[in-house]
């Protein structure tokens, strides 16, 4: 797995927070990728600029304690997403109990009103920050939250195109590749 001071291997960034998460695991032509499988892949994640800025310019350390707890946060989505407008009880449990590890408090500040996260365990807060933004997701478009269409791909996107029909979780992997497959069927036929 890459050291933090790498580039980020995944082949896909820059989606929310809570779908980023999830797109930590990932399969290409070598096999299948789990960045936080190790302190280093877990370490690139926590300093992602996408996640800096999420926890605020919190520092939490990479160690074995906040690598459980993202786990545990992404297990919670895994079960979430499978259908985010109906979860399923066990999904509502996994979502709730990493939930119940930390809460927004109101502060007033020298620059006014603010919302500030608060956790007992700082391990907790990549992943309670994380599934928090998947409530924020679910609140906004519950159905433009999807897994690629393609069935041997495990990522995942949050569609922002206009009329809401994205298919794949990019173009140039999955949807070429899906195009290219149609391609050589209908030609075979011919």
Known sequence: MPSPAEPDPRPLTGEPLAIDLLNTRWIDATGRHDLLDSLDGTALW???????????????PAGRDTQER????RAALDEAVADPAHPTPA?????????????LRQVLGPGGP?????????????????VTDFLRLMADRPDRIRACGNPQCVLHFYDVSKNGTRRWCSM?????RAKAQRHYARHRRE
Do not use: Y
Request: overall charge positive; charged content about 15%; aromatic content about 4%.
């Open 46 to 60: 926590l300093n992602t600029p996408l996640v800096r800025d999420a926890l605020g310019g919190a520092r939490v």
């Open 70 to 73: 993202l786990r545990q946060a």
């Open 91 to 103: 999904a509502v449990t996994a979502v709730n109990d990493v939930l119940a590890h930390g809460r």
């Open 114 to 130: 603010a919302t500030m996260p608060e956790v007992a365990n700082p391990a907790w807060l990549p992943g309670w920050a994380a």
């Open 172 to 176: 140039s992997g999955c949807g070429n």
